[in-house]
């Protein structure tokens, strides 16, 4: 293999715009698409956006499924990246070192904050984005010193090690009572891959007594969506999909020959995952981040960028993507406005615009059209932020 050079990386562009995509799909949700699509029942456009804009209830996949790990995916393309800015920069190996313990830390109790907002006490729960990726940060960094080789071991690892605990910890009893967690039919499986059941797996065991260390309001029981702790374990698969790809785009290869191994990654990975998932030996579910959704995802992450790569860094078609540009290169910045000011935003828009501001198209639209003017000013904020260089950087 090619080693990349030392010098400060140029800034990838592609990279630059997935996350902005990303995050413009995670802050899009104040556009509320299922309450025009229930106020307009029998028009199939916005029943589709609908579907699209919120999760599945346990097995498979929609665009919003994919929100969570392609941003995931990205820590680890950027990081290559960083590493060698830094490098360049003159940093030292522990002052590296000591950063990235230091930015793992930063993400994990960020998360805890943004869970805990308009919460009476701390909400030690560790299931937020930024805490999932905070938990295995460290190990991401560590790995990415290490030989290619070793992180394809690292990543089989992790993969089936994941697999194999949750295949070995026994089912419940057949008296569970399934509803007192919150689990309903279409959240359980028959067979083997009732291992990976809503609240009634290792992850749900574990986080009944880990989470139960912590001060709570009243003791632990389950997640009400089925998340868990230890999903943080196969979301640094995750990331280790990203770092490969990031070395990929490191290497001084032809363009061509990234895209092709783009391409062919992301088409084995998202085969291998939906196989898993259709033979039953591996259910192909993100909140509980199954080592099939690792592949599944990650394949999707791989072919998105191999063709945004194509487009922006190749091509050099980028003024269409400037928008993006805004949100992706100031990614934590989106991410916590998302969290703290959209209600904000939103209640201030309907005190000073009034009550039927957004009702010109109609009441079914409303939600749709109020959503649009918060979106927008987030993003002229994030525009603000850009124009004066202001990032926010952990």
Known sequence: MTSATDSAPARVASIDVFRGAVMFLMMAEVLRFSRVADALPDVR?????????????????????????????L????????????????????????????RALALVLLGVFLRSTGAHQTNWTFEDTLSQIGLGY?????????PVRVQWLGLAVILVGYWTAFALYPL????????????????????FAAHWNKNSNLAWAFDTWFLNLFPRAQPFTHNGGGYATLSFIPTLGTMVL????????????????????????????????WTLGQLGICPVVKRIWTPSWVLFSGGWCFLILAALYAVLDV????????????????????????????????????????????????????????????????????????????????
């Open 45 to 73: 456009l916005w029943q589709w956006l609908s579907h699209h804009q919120s999760h599945v209830a346990w097995v498979g996949c929609t665009l919003h499924d994919l929100i969570q790990p392609a941003f995931t995916f």
């Open 75 to 102: 820590v680890g393309v950027a990081l290559p990246f960083s590493i060698a800015a830094r490098t360049a920069r003159g940093q030292s190996r522990p002052g590296r070192t000591l950063h990235a313990a230091w």
């Open 138 to 146: 460290f190990v991401l960094y560590l790995l990415a010193q290490t």
């Open 172 to 191: 419940p009893p057949a008296d569970f009572n399934y509803a007192g967690v919150n689990a309903q039919p279409e959240h359980l499986a028959a067979g």
């Open 242 to 273: 990203g770092l490969l790809a990031g070395h990929c785009l490191r290497r001084e290869l032809p363009p061509q020959a990234k895209i092709n191994w783009l391409l062919v990654a992301g088409a084995l990975s998202l085969t291998i995952g």
């Open 315 to 394: 091509a050099q078609g980028r003024t269409w993507a400037f928008p993006l540009t805004v949100i992706g290169i100031n990614s934590i910045a989106a991410y916590c406005m998302a969290h703290l000011f959209e209600g904000f935003i939103a209640r201030n828009l309907t005190t000073h615009l009034g009550h039927h501001a957004f009702e010109f198209l109609g009441k079914p639209y409303e939600p749709l059209l109020h959503g649009a003017a918060v979106l927008a000013v987030l993003w002229l904020l994030l525009f603000w932020m850009y124009r004066r260089r202001l990032f926010l950087r952990i």
